[in-house]
């Protein structure tokens, strides 16, 4: 079993800043990698960024130069500034671990508003 948790969200004004966490724990020894989704209510599930065991990272173009993911351990984290309004929306995190199918987390809010 893995298991998620993600925490960081709330309320931030536009061009403010937060960053979120996921702690991942359960029995599994290595994984592939772990990554941000968000979704706004009515729309598919949008990818964010990732980061493999190695520390490659890959980010969607809608927030390129704006969101920064770094993991520690068995920790991810989303460092995102320069918020917009648009990207409010509950943030997922994911974890795909070897030998084992991908976990996500329950997800957290992020609202950008004034």
């Known amino acids: 079993q893995v298991h998620l948790v993600e925490s960081g969200g709330g309320l931030v004004q536009p061009g403010g800043s937060l960053k979120l966490a996921c702690e991942a724990s359960g029995r599994f020894l290595r994984f592939l990698d772990m990554a941000w989704y968000r979704q706004i209510p009515g729309r598919p599930r949008e990818f964010i960024a990732s980061?493999?065991?190695?520390?490659s990272t890959n980010y969607a173009d809608s927030v390129k130069g704006r969101f920064s993911i770094s993991r520690q351990m068995l920790t991810m984290y989303l460092q995102m500034s320069s918020l917009k309004p648009e990207d409010t929306a509950v943030y997922y995190c994911?974890?795909?671990?070897?030998?084992?199918?991908?976990?996500w987390g329950q997800g957290i809010q992020v609202t950008v508003a004034s």
């Open positions: 994911k974890i795909r671990p070897v030998g084992l199918g991908e976990a």
């Open positions: 980061i493999t065991s190695s520390g």
